[in-house]
Each structure stands twice: as C-alpha cells, then as structure tokens.
C-alpha cells in the first residue's frame, strides 16, 4: 500500500511538472497569450476553491455555503499586507492564508455544532457579515472597491495549485481524513467510536478556509481591483457547483467541474444572466440524471483501476 502510495506521488509530481513547463514554454514561443495565460491562472484559483471546499463538504460532510467569504478575507487581507505594508508578494499569500483559517475557526467553533440546512444558513450569514464589512470600511475602498497591483503570475498561480492539492491528498489518506470520512458516513457512529467531530469539523473548516484564503490573495493580486460585491452568494453558489457537480466527495471531480465551468464562463463573460441560466439548466440536470455527480466519490485513478483489471481478467 505504501509502494502504490508512493508511486502515485511521484507521478502527480511528474505530471504536475511536465504540465507546468508545457505551459510556460507554449507562453514563451508565443503559442498562447497573455489571454489564455490569464484564463490558466483563473483556472488554478477556481480548482484552489473547489479543492479546499471539497475538504469541508466531500470529505467532512458539513454543507457550507459560506466559501466567499473566506476568499474575501484572503483577498483584501493580502491586498492591504502588499498595498498598505509594501510587504512581498508571498507573505501576502501567507497571511491571507492564516487570516482566513482564524476567520474560520471563528465561524466554525460555533456553527459546526449545526448541521444539515441550519449549518448552510449559519456558514451564508457569517460570509455575508464578512462581506458587509469590508463594504463598510473606508481604508480598502468601500463600495468603490480597492486597488490592487497584478503580482499574480502563471508559476504563483500554479505553485499554489501544486500544494493545495498535495495537502487535502494527504489529510484526506491520512488518519485524520478517514475520521473525517467517518463523520460524513455517519457523525452519531463516528462520536460513539470514540472521535472527537467537533475536533475534526472545525479543523477540516480551518483548512479549507486556509487555501481559499490563499485564492482570495491571488484572485486580488490577479484583478487590479477588488470589491465586496464579487464575493457575494453568487460566487459562494459558484464554488458549491464545482463540488458538486464533480461529486460529493471526489477530489478529480472537483477540478474536472472547475476546469470545465471555468472555460464556459470565461466565453460567457459577456452574457452573465445567460451563464448562470446555463449553470442552474446544469445543475437541474446532474441533479435529475446522476445526483452523485460526475465521478460521485470516485476518483480518475479508480476507473484506470477498474480498466486494468478487466484486462488482466
């Protein structure tokens, strides 16, 4: 088990690598432009959320709708670290990153003793307050919005990817992550076995709250300007379909759902009521047709799984 561990490992990195230097080779011949290369960073931001709520709602079960709000907290906490301290690029990162996982431990602590649609509300008025008060604080701009310096770049963009998928992997093989598959199995079982669900709800919070901090600095550095109004329900509905459409509990889901709804919504910047008409007919579908999602709580190496065994049978 180990070995087979091990191996996928390196051949996550392996691939990461190759897919890096493909692209940034494609950006240097002049294969791709800046556009493109843009839309690619977009692309990581999207999958960093998608990944990070994927550790609340596929691994622990909490149903949160409240995403946005962590990634507004990420966002201006490391605007205002780079803009207002003059402090590097990647310390922004970092302290948007801690910020957020203090924001969701604070938010946690009380309202992951909730579950089922209580939860949902509770996470959506804690990210709306969150919201609310950054619209009401003169220093970062207010309604107006602050600006923000484009520091993020492909090789940031991706080397957060890199990590942020490398971490939830190993929390979710870990002993930890199959204490938090247990409480999503069955929390009542789960607590008479001995575990501590309050323990690991509000740690599996904190984490993911950690790397949507850490999108919310790139997503800032990536936009010129940012304003509370891009982190409303919208954008927290925005982050709920990648989870669930890839399937409750598949990480490879998750970033296939990112992937694909981001290049949809990229060509339909201009029509926003026709992209989320398209997202809710989506939705609606997946819901009718396969409620698991694409992959339900599988992952891709699984169907490579099943392949090689029905060829050597």
């Not at 390196?10 to 432009?33: D, H, K, R, T």
């Not at 910020?99 to 949902?120: E, M």
């Not at 207010?142 to 520091?151: F, I, W």
């Not at 694409?294 to 065994?309: A, H, Y």
Request: charged residues 10%; proline residues 2%.
């Amino acid at each position: 088990m180990n070995t087979k561990k091990i191996k996928g490992f390196w051949l996550f990195v392996i691939l990461s690598i190759i897919v890096y230097f493909a692209v940034q080779m494609a950006a240097n011949i002049g294969m791709i432009n800046n556009y493109h290369v843009n839309t690619l960073v977009y692309i990581c931001i999207n999958i960093i959320l998608a990944v990070s709520l994927h550790l609340v709602i596929g691994i622990t079960g909490q149903f949160s709708i409240g995403h946005a709000g962590f990634l507004a907290v990420g966002a201006y906490i490391s605007a205002i670290v780079t803009m207002k301290l003059s402090l590097p690029f990647p310390i922004a990162l970092i302290i948007g990153g801690i910020v957020a996982a203090l924001t969701g431990l604070i938010v946690g602590i009380p309202s992951l003793r909730l579950r089922g649609d209580y939860l949902a509300i509770a996470t959506l008025g804690f990210a709306e307050i969150i919201r609310i008060i950054f619209l009401n604080i003169d220093a970062v701009g207010g309604a107006a919005g602050m600006q923000v310096t484009k520091m993020t770049t492909w090789t940031s963009a991706f080397i957060c990817l890199f990590i942020t998928v490398l971490v939830i992997v190993n929390f979710t093989n870990s002993r930890h992550g199959r204490a938090c598959i247990s409480i999503r199995e069955n929390e009542i079982a789960a607590d008479a076995m001995g575990i501590n669900t309050t323990y690991y709800k509000v740690a599996a919070f904190a984490i993911g709250s950690f790397f949507a901090g850490i999108a919310g600095g790139l997503y800032a550095h990536n936009f010129y300007i940012i304003q509370p109004v891009q982190f409303g329900f919208l954008k927290s509905f925005d982050i709920l379909i990648f989870v669930v459409l890839g399937g409750l509990g598949s990480l490879s889901g998750a970033v296939i759902s990112a992937i694909l709804l981001t290049i949809v919504s990229t060509f339909l910047q201009s029509y926003p009521e026709t992209r989320m008409i398209i997202y809710s007919a989506v939705l609606i579908l997946v819901m009718l047709y396969r409620p698991q999602g694409l992959l339900g709580t599988k992952e891709i190496t699984d169907l490579f799984k099943r392949k090689s065994v029905k060829g050597g049978s």
